[in-house]
């Protein structure tokens, strides 16, 4: 499939409902020749077995690959189909191993290295969840000098630029923004710039105000919180020192998204209160536990915000949730 692809693209493949003795040919010739240009070799006895999705769109194409051991080999032939870009291959987790102009690297859960897909290579998938994506070289040779040296250096997941690429990906994927024609071009440039500070040796990122880094740390931001809120302690400076920010930085990166620090960390707890008020164990906790339970320490302070976001007290809600029942 095409880099400069028009429109949003998916495609799955699966060999689950397939037949054994067909599972293997159907696997080489869809998906190994069709879509990813790639000879496939079984490395083990057990039958076949792979679950891959890819989805392409202008300007990138990201591959997710989970099943038995084989290697891709691009082999010469398959470099006719003209494809140049570069791409970007990490396991979450589980081991790859790949070469590419007569070296070898082995990657571990997490880390990650460049391809040229204008070259031969071999991709040994072995376990875990391999994940893919290509980027055309042109949009990269604009944002580093010298693509073809960074290519086959390994990336280590606990580089900053790296965390931040792998962060701001898993948001957009889970938000679904490149199916939406009015999101794409915008993510899609911020996935080319994120890529190229994550190949590249860029200095420490600091409080960068590139568009690519301040979305990045502004999604970073939302999943810590997302996973912290519950914590009564939780505030701004908490959250900044985490993410390697400072807490004005932070604020300003609430900001660009139209709410404060504390409307958003608000937000979900009372969200989540309202969960536990009306969900199937209602009732059977007091409310002053489920405030707790949420992040507040002061009650009264939660009860006010509650009524002002519901329009109607903890209680309130409680009982007519089971009158309706």
């Not at 790949?98 to 070898?104: A, C, V």
């Not at 600091?206 to 999943?223: I, K, M, P, Q, T």
């Not at 932070?250 to 536990?276: K, P, V």
Request: glycine content about 6%; charged content about 20%; proline content about 4%.
């Amino acid at each position: 499939m095409p880099t400069d692809a028009a429109d949003f693209a998916s495609y799955r493949f699966s060999t689950r409902d397939l037949p054994e003795r067909i599972r293997l040919p159907l696997w080489r010739e869809h998906f190994g020749r069709c879509v990813v240009h790639a000879d496939i070799e079984p490395l083990s006895n057990t039958p076949i077995q792979a679950d891959a999705s890819l989805q392409a769109i202008q300007g990138l194409r990201m591959l997710a690959l989970k099943g038995t051991s084989m290697r891709f080999k691009r082999l010469q032939a398959n470099l006719a189909d003209g494809d140049d870009s570069v791409g970007l291959i990490f396991c979450s987790p589980g081991r790859s191993q790949l070469s590419q102009r007569g070296r070898e690297v082995e990657l571990s859960a997490g880390d990650a290295i460049a391809i040229l897909h204008s070259e031969p290579a071999s991709v040994i998938y072995v376990d875990g969840l391999q994940f893919g994506l290509a980027v055309p070289r042109a949009e990269l040779e604009q944002r580093v000098t010298d693509v073809e040296s960074l290519a086959m250096r390994p990336i280590g997941h606990r580089t900053e630029a790296f965390r931040l690429f792998a962060t701001y990906l898993r948001s957009v994927l889970k938000a679904r923004a490149l199916t939406a024609p009015k999101l794409r071009h915008t993510v899609v440039t911020h996935i080319h710039d994120l890529v190229a500070l994550a190949i590249s040796e860029c200095p420490a990122l600091g409080e960068s105000g590139a568009s690519a880094v301040v979305a990045a740390r502004h999604n970073a931001a939302l999943d810590y919180i997302t996973i912290h809120f519950q914590e009564p302690g939780l505030s701004v400076q908490t959250v900044a020192r985490c993410q390697g920010i400072s807490p004005r930085y932070l604020q300003r990166l609430m900001a660009s998204s139209g709410t404060s620090f504390t409307e958003h960390l608000n937000e979900l707890r009372l969200q989540r209160a309202l969960e536990l008020l009306t969900g199937s164990h209602a009732g059977r906790q007091r409310i002053s536990d489920i405030a707790l339970e949420v992040g507040f320490s002061d009650v009264s302070h939660f009860n006010r915000l509650f009524r002002i976001r519901f329009g109607d007290s903890p209680r309130g809600v409680r009982l007519a949730r089971k009158a309706a029942s």
